[in-house]
C-alpha cells in the first residue's frame, strides 16, 4: 500500500472518530464526503449520501441561503450558519462554518463549538462594557486650587483591572466656605479581570455612599470611620473569602493642615517628601480587608501627619515598585526619582515617572496594576 493511500486512511480515521461534522461538496453542491458524526446526526448511511446534492438535504428556508454560500465561499471560514437539513426523521438543525478551498466546499462545526463561540461571544460582549464601566469610575480630572494639586498614573496590567483611585473635594454644603477638604484613596483588589474589577467600582460606590448617608457638613472626617463603615458594607454582601482589598483612605484637611489616614493592608506605604528632600514612609498598615477574618481583628487607627508647605504625597499600589526587569525592582529606582522631581508640580512629576518607568519596563510584560496618585500642598496653603 503506497504512502498517498495510507495517508487517505488516515485522515478518515481521524474525521471518523472526532465530534466536528464534516462534509465536502462541489460547488454544483454534489456531495463527495461526509465523515460519521454528520451521518450519525442526520440518520443517513455512507452510501445515502454518496453523490447527492446538498441542496437536496436542505429546508425550502435555506435552500437559496446555502445555494449563494456555494457560489460565493472564499478561503476565509465563514461566521457560524444556522441551517435547517431534512434528516431521516425529521429536521435537524446545525451549526456550520463553510469555506473554499481547491474549487471544493467544504462545512464543518458542532453543536459545542457554536455553543462556545456564542459564549465567548457574549462573554467579550460584556467584558468590553466591563472595561467601559470601569474607565468611568475613574475620575477624569483630579480636584485643583490654589492651596492643593493632585494628578495621576493608571496602567492596567490587563484589559480589565483590579486597581481604582478617586480623589475628590468634600461637598460642606453651606458650610464649604469654611472649609476645604479632600479624599484620597487607593484600592487594589486580588486578582485581575471582571470579578476584581467589579469588586473595585463597589470599592468606590461605597466610599462615596458614605458622604451621602453618614457624613455631616463640617465634622472632622475620620478615614477609620469611613474605612469601618466600607468593611460594614463589605461583609454585608458575602464576598467570597478568596478576595482581598487592601485599600488606604486620606483624608487632607486644609483648615487644621493635617493630613489624616488609615491603611487596611497596603503595603507599599505612602511616601512624603518634604522641602528638604527628606523622604519619609507613612506606615501602620492593617490587614487587608477580607471576610476569611473575624470582624473582631479588623483594627485599624487614624494616623495624622501635619500639612505642610509644598510638601508631596504619593500613594500608590504595589504594581509601580514591584514591575521587574531582569533582575532589579522598579522601587528602589523610584524612591531615587522622588527626590528629584518633587519640585515640579504633580502633572509634570506622573510625565517624568511614566517616562522613566517605560525606559525601565522596556519589553517587558507590565505584571501588575499600576496606580499612583501625586498631592503636592502649594505655597500658598500656609495662608
Do not use: W
Given at each position: 500500500m503506497d504512502k498517498r493511500v495510507k495517508t487517505t486512511e488516515i485522515y478518515e480515521t481521524i474525521t471518523a472518530i472526532i465530534d466536528e461534522h464534516v462534509l465536502v461538496c462541489g460547488r454544483e453542491g454534489k456531495i463527495l464526503f461526509s465523515n460519521r458524526a454528520l451521518r450519525d446526526s442526520l440518520g443517513y448511511t455512507d452510501s445515502e449520501l454518496e453523490d447527492i446534492n446538498l441542496l437536496n438535504l436542505i429546508a425550502d428556508i435555506h435552500r437559496n441561503r446555502v445555494k449563494s454560500i456555494l457560489e460565493t465561499a472564499t478561503s476565509q471560514p465563514s461566521s457560524w450558519e444556522e441551517l435547517l437539513f431534512y434528516g431521516?426523521?425529521?429536521?435537524?438543525?446545525?451549526?456550520?462554518?463553510?469555506?473554499?478551498?481547491?474549487?471544493?466546499?467544504?462545512?464543518?462545526?458542532?453543536?459545542?463549538?457554536?455553543?462556545?463561540?456564542?459564549?465567548?461571544?457574549?462573554?467579550?460582549?460584556?467584558?468590553?462594557?466591563?472595561?467601559?464601566?470601569?474607565?468611568?469610575?475613574?475620575?477624569?480630572?483630579?480636584?485643583?486650587?490654589?492651596?492643593?494639586?493632585?494628578?495621576?498614573?493608571?496602567?492596567?496590567?490587563?484589559?480589565?483591572?483590579?486597581?481604582?483611585?478617586?480623589?475628590?473635594?468634600?461637598?460642606?454644603?453651606?458650610?464649604?466656605?469654611?472649609?476645604?477638604?479632600?479624599?484620597?484613596?487607593?484600592?487594589?483588589?486580588?486578582?485581575?479581570?471582571?470579578?476584581?474589577?467589579?469588586?473595585?467600582?463597589?470599592?468606590?460606590?461605597?466610599?462615596?455612599?458614605?458622604?451621602?448617608?453618614?457624613?455631616?457638613?463640617?465634622?472632622?472626617?475620620?478615614?477609620?470611620?469611613?474605612?469601618?463603615?466600607?468593611?460594614e458594607q463589605y461583609r454585608k454582601e458575602g464576598y467570597p473569602e478568596e478576595y482581598l482589598v487592601c485599600?488606604?483612605?486620606?483624608?487632607?484637611?486644609?483648615?487644621?493642615?493635617?493630613?489624616?489616614?488609615?491603611?487596611?493592608?497596603?503595603?507599599?506605604?505612602?511616601?512624603?517628601?518634604?522641602?528638604?528632600?527628606?523622604?519619609?514612609?507613612?506606615?501602620?498598615?492593617?490587614?487587608?480587608?477580607?471576610?476569611?477574618?473575624?470582624?473582631?481583628?479588623?483594627?485599624?487607627?487614624?494616623?495624622?501627619?501635619?500639612?505642610?508647605?509644598?510638601?508631596?504625597?504619593?500613594?500608590?499600589?504595589?504594581?509601580?515598585?514591584e514591575q521587574r526587569s531582569g533582575n532589579e525592582f522598579y522601587g528602589e529606582r523610584l524612591k531615587k526619582l522622588f527626590p528629584e522631581i518633587h519640585r515640579l508640580n504633580p502633572s509634570e512629576m506622573i510625565h517624568r515617572i511614566e517616562a522613566d518607568f517605560t525606559d525601565f519596563v522596556g519589553c517587558e510584560k507590565v505584571r501588575d496594576d499600576i496606580t499612583l496618585v501625586v498631592a503636592k500642598l502649594l505655597a500658598a496653603s500656609t495662608k
Open positions: 431521516r426523521q425529521d429536521m435537524v438543525r446545525l451549526h456550520v462554518k463553510l469555506f473554499e478551498k481547491g474549487n471544493l466546499i467544504y462545512l464543518f462545526g458542532n453543536e459545542k463549538s457554536a455553543e462556545y463561540d456564542r459564549i465567548k461571544k457574549k462573554l467579550d460582549t460584556e467584558i468590553t462594557n466591563a472595561v467601559k464601566i470601569h474607565k468611568r469610575s475613574l475620575p477624569v480630572s483630579l480636584p485643583q486650587s490654589e492651596r492643593i494639586s493632585f494628578a495621576s498614573l493608571y496602567i492596567p496590567a490587563e484589559e480589565l483591572g483590579g486597581d481604582l483611585f478617586d480623589v475628590f473635594k468634600v461637598d460642606n454644603g453651606l458650610l464649604d466656605d469654611y472649609f476645604e477638604q479632600y479624599v484620597c484613596f487607593v484600592a487594589d483588589v486580588s486578582g485581575h479581570g471582571l470579578d476584581s474589577a467589579m469588586l473595585a467600582i463597589f470599592v468606590k460606590d461605597t466610599i462615596r455612599s458614605y458622604f451621602r448617608l453618614k457624613h455631616i457638613p463640617g465634622q472632622v472626617l475620620s478615614p477609620k470611620e469611613i474605612m469601618l463603615f466600607f468593611i485599600l488606604i483612605i486620606a483624608v487632607f484637611d486644609l483648615k487644621t493642615k493635617e493630613l489624616t489616614y488609615c491603611n487596611a493592608g497596603l503595603h507599599i506605604s505612602p511616601l512624603l517628601v518634604t522641602q528638604e528632600e527628606r523622604m519619609t514612609e507613612l506606615g501602620k498598615a492593617g490587614f487587608p480587608i477580607t471576610t476569611a477574618l473575624s470582624a473582631d481583628l479588623f483594627e485599624y487607627e487614624d494616623t495624622t501627619y501635619p500639612l505642610l508647605p509644598t510638601l508631596t504625597l504619593f500613594f500608590m499600589s504595589d504594581g509601580l515598585p
